[in-house]
Every structure is written in C-alpha cells, then in structure tokens.
C-alpha cells in the first residue's frame, strides 16, 4: 500500500476521486443552500410549487389535474438527477401510497442517463487500481453498456482473454446523494410537521427507509458479498444450473468498482420493449426465476429484493440470470421455519395453521381478540389470495394493515420479503400477462418440498440440526448429575409462575369479584328482611326500617343483578 492506496483487491484507508478527498461529512451551508435554491428552481419551473396543491386524492374528477402534475413532478425529478431520480424510482413502486397518476409518472423516471464524463471515470478507475487501465486490462470499452443515475457498467476484457462488467461509481455522486437525501429528508420532515395527510401516510418513515437503502448501495463491497452469498446457495440447490449468476472478479473490486463476469443476453425490459415476437424460451425462464425466489425465500434466507424486469436477463441458451445485487434481503432461521409454515399450510388451504404461524410472530395485544383475528386473516387469504388474485404493494399493505390491527409486530424483515414478492409479480405480468403467480407459486412450492425430501438434502438437514442440538446434548449429563445430587441430599426445588396467563388471572379476579358481591347481596338482602319485619319503633328515630329495608333491598337486588351479569359476560369471553 502506498500513498493512500492500494494494489488490486486491497482496501485503501483513504480514497480520492478526480484529485480530491472523498469522505463521508457533513457539507458546508453554503453547499447545502445552493442546492436547495437550485432544486426550489426546478421544482418552480415544473409546476410542483407550491407543494400543498398537488393532488394526493382518487377522486375520478381530478385525474386529470392528477397527471398534469405527476408528470410535472417526474420532470422535476429528473432534472434534479442524482438520488432525486432513484428515490423517485423508489416511489414508483408504492401503488398503496400514491394514487395511480403519480405511480405511472414515476414509473417513467429514466433508467438510463447520460453517462459520466469519460477523462473522469478513468482517473477514478486508474486511482483505484494504482496504475494505468492498461495493466489490468487489455480492452475497455470508453462507452458504457449502461447508464444511471448512480453508476454504469463498462465492458471489459482481461489478459487471458475473460469479459467482464466493470461497475464504477459515478465521480463524486457520493457527496452529492449524501446531500440531496439530507435536504430530501429535511423536506420530509418539514412536511410531516406541516400536513396531517402526510403524517396518516407515513411518509417521513417511508423517506427515510429509501433513504438508508439509497445509501446502501454507494458501497459496492456490500453488492459483492451479497452476489457471493446467492451464489453459494444457488450452487448447493438440486438445480443450480437453472438459473446464472454472474461470478465476481472479487481480486478487481473495491467500495466504488465492482466487477463480474459479463454476461451476454438481453434484459427481460429490453425484449418487452420490442415489436418482436416474444422468445419461446422466455416464459419458462421466469418460472425458473420464480422457483429460485421462493427457494431463496423459504429455505435458503437470501434472496434478490428487487426483481424487477431491468434486474433479469435471457441468455443465449434461454437460461435466464440475475444481475444488480444491491438489493438482498435476509431472514433468519426463526422467520426461516414461520415461512416454511405458512407455506405449507397455504398449499393445504388451512387458514387454522396460518393464524399459528402469523401468531408464532408475536403475541396479540389482547389475547381474548384471537378468534376475530383468525376470522380477517381467513378473509384476506379469501379475497387477496385466492385464485386469480394479484399480489402487489397493496396486499403486503392489507396483511401489515391485519397485523397491526391486533397489536401484533411484523418483523421488517418478513414484510421485505412480501415486498420482494410483489415486485416479482409485477415483472411476471408484464412479461406474460397470463401468468397466475398464486398457481405458479403452489406448484413450484411443492416441488420445492420434494426437494428437501431428497436423501442429500434430508442428509444435509440432518447434520445441521445434530450440530445445533449438539452443545445441549454435550451440558445434559452434567445437568442430570445435579438434579440426582440434589434428590439424593434433599433439595430439589421447582418454580412454577403462577398465573403468569392473563386470561388466568382475568378469571381468577373475576371469580372474586362475583364472590364479594354474591356475599354483598346475601348480607344486605337479609338485614333488608330483618328491617322490613321488624315492629315499628315506639319512638320515631331518623330512618324508618321500612325506609332502611328497601335501601338494603335495592343494594341486594343490585348486587346480586351484577353477579349474575359478570358471569353471562364471563361465558362470552
């Protein structure tokens, strides 16, 4: 290492991009307020000032006005350019968020940009590697094969002859989206305070959210071990040759390149944007795209996020492949198994066993609401996915909608996923409207069962769960020696929490309860009988008894109305 920097595959404490330090700091005022104005500018010129007219509704008479401005709003956009862009790509997919004029404005946004200046990029490429193009490559291709607003891919060519995708950050966009997703989150915020729609929307959360995922993706060494982490389980699948993934050249990638195999084919939004025939080999392509999703999914835990139709690839041979890693979402084991079962009792149709797996979750806020909340889960599988039904944004927003209803939290994690399976749906329909996702999906999901069936896969299986028991099995003789030690001297002693259901305590309060008014009333009910029988008094005092028997009788009969009320209420819980 010298100078600051690195030979091929090493890290450098210090990167510089185009003559100046890179770092990750707060900007300057002055750098901040030029921007705004600039944005202010652009935002003015597009029609998007002021921002409290834009129409947010569905009202079927404004949709025009609707349009008007979406398509003001995507100019604005990208003219701003930088995160602006891909935020409002990110946007594009909230269909349950924005009403249909301003989903199809952004989804407009343009993918592709003018490309960074060429003298630019190959001192940032040249900086990187230490040392002229030349060394490390023996063709690179100045015009880039793509373009957008946070990077673009170069084609490339090895000494031993090897094509790889060279994928390079745009000079000087970190400092830039560092900036505009501040002043972005600023605005928000400034909203959030300022409009109660957008507080009901939630839409601080929603920024900021895209905003973390947003800067996520400036750092390519975390692309890199996502694209290393599919392929390692893509290879121990029953059919890893299904479906490609580019291999990384990790020696040649760093936090600002990455590089991989470069494949040839074209991208599924490429072909659905021809006049041509659709390819024969297209359709079982994306059902192979799907098998691996939810493989990924339910037993693998890693899995590509962001599917959508510019992400797969049709090669030559009709396999189809993955690309652009900077999405991936993982699960646990804990969500692992929860997805397996609902899987499975979905392929049974047994709404009973998915209420137990969204309940293995966490628990209801109020556990007497189970069996309404069994009633609306039956409904939405009903009604979102029963056959024919599409799965989109707005279906993981109803099941978020169900769960919270009932106090119970979704893992982040879980509803990432859902997402990630929504945005599939929409490149499969896009590129064969006829496909049934639903169908496809319980198809493949039992092939998928038949495969972990299989003796290496139930081999597989087997070893990790003796692994996992294995540190238990290792403490249980030392444990079964203490229990004997402590029978044989006499102090063996068991905790039980008492009570620790609340139900059990409800019914133990309201056992109380209805015994001291049943007592209550039987105490006041006789002393109403002793007063009301009773001789008059030769003197008159304060309180006749007749006077004092009906008191007591009326607090007798209450009493007694109140035990026989709990209990008829006690039996409908």
């Not at 000079?171 to 300022?194: K, N, Q, S, W, Y």
């Not at 040759?241 to 470069?262: R, W």
């Not at 693998?300 to 993955?322: C, E, K």
């Not at 030690?485 to 139900?503: F, K, T």
Request: proline share 5%; glycine share 8%; net charge neutral.
């Amino acid at each position: 290492m010298t100078g600051g920097r690195t030979t091929l595959g090493g890290e450098r404490d210090q990167r510089t991009l185009g003559g100046g330090t890179r770092a990750r700091q707060t900007h300057s005022v002055l750098s901040h307020g030029r921007r705004f104005t600039q944005l202010m500018r652009i935002a003015r010129r597009n029609g998007v000032l002021p921002w409290r007219r834009l129409d947010f509704t569905t009202d079927p008479e404004r949709s025009a006005l609707r349009t008007t401005q979406a398509e003001g709003l995507r100019r604005a956009l990208e003219e701003a350019g930088g995160a602006f862009v891909k935020l409002g790509q990110l946007l594009s997919t909230r269909s349950d968020l924005l009403p249909v004029e301003w989903v199809e404005a952004l989804s407009k946004l343009q993918r592709d940009v003018e490309p960074a200046p060429w003298g630019e990029v190959r001192t940032m490429l040249e900086d990187a590697f230490d040392g002229p193009l030349e060394r490390v490559f023996t063709v690179f291709h100045e015009t880039p094969v793509a373009a957008a607003s946070i990077g673009q891919v170069h084609r490339a060519i090895l000494p031993g002859g090897r094509a790889v995708a060279v994928k390079v950050l745009r000079p000087g966009i970190v400092a830039e989206v560092h900036r505009d997703v501040d002043i972005a989150l600023r605005f928000m915020r400034f909203v959030d305070r300022t409009s109660p729609k957008a507080r009901m929307m939630g839409s601080r959360a929603v920024a900021e959210q895209y905003a973390d995922d947003l800067l996520r993706q400036l750092d390519f060494r975390l692309e890199a071990r996502n694209l290393l982490a599919l392929r390692a389980m893509q290879e121990r699948s029953a059919r890893a040759s299904e479906l490609h993934l580019p291999e990384l050249v990790e020696a040649l990638s760093t936090q600002d390149i990455l590089v991989t195999e470069y494949l040839e084919g074209d991208t599924i939004t490429a072909i659905n944007s021809r006049r041509d025939p659709v390819p024969a080999e297209l359709e079982p392509a994306m059902r192979t795209v799907l098998h691996a999703f939810i493989r990924q999914i339910v037993f693998d835990g890693v899995y590509h996020s962001d599917l959508h139709p510019g992400n797969i690839m049709l090669l030559p041979d009709g396999r189809p492949a993955l690309v652009d890693f900077g999405s991936v979402g993982r699960l646990d084991l804990r969500l692992r198994e929860t997805t397996q079962e609902l899987l499975i009792a979905y392929l049974q149709s047994d709404t009973e066993l998915i209420g137990d797996g969204l309940l293995s979750l966490g628990a209801l806020r109020d556990p007497d609401d189970e069996p309404a909340f069994r009633r609306d889960i039956s409904t939405f599988i009903a009604y979102e996915l029963g056959p024919g039904a599409r799965v989109d944004v707005a279906t993981v927003d109803a099941l978020v909608a169900v769960l919270t209803r009932y106090g119970l939290l979704v893992p982040a994690e879980f509803v990432a996923a859902f997402r990630g399976f929504a945005i599939l749906d929409g490149a499969l329909r896009s590129t064969v409207p006829s496909f049934d996702l639903l169908a496809e999906s319980r198809a493949l999901a039992s092939e998928q069962i038949r495969d972990q069936m299989a003796p290496k896969a139930m081999m597989s299986n087997l070893t990790t769960e003796l692994l996992a028991m294995l540190p238990g099995m290792r403490r249980l003789p030392r444990r079964v020696d203490r229990i004997g030690s402590a029978l044989e001297n006499g102090e063996l002693s068991i905790n039980i929490r008492v009570l620790a259901d609340r139900r059990d305590r409800r019914m133990l309060s309201g056992l109380v309860r209805q015994v001291l008014l049943s007592l209550a009333g039987l105490v006041t009910g006789v002393s109403a009988l002793v007063f009301l029988t009773a001789s008059p008094p030769e003197v008159a005092g304060a309180i006749e008894p007749a006077t004092a028997g009906i008191v007591l009788g009326g607090v007798s009969l209450v009493s007694l109305a109140g035990v026989a009320i709990d209990i008829l209420l006690g039996r409908r819980r």
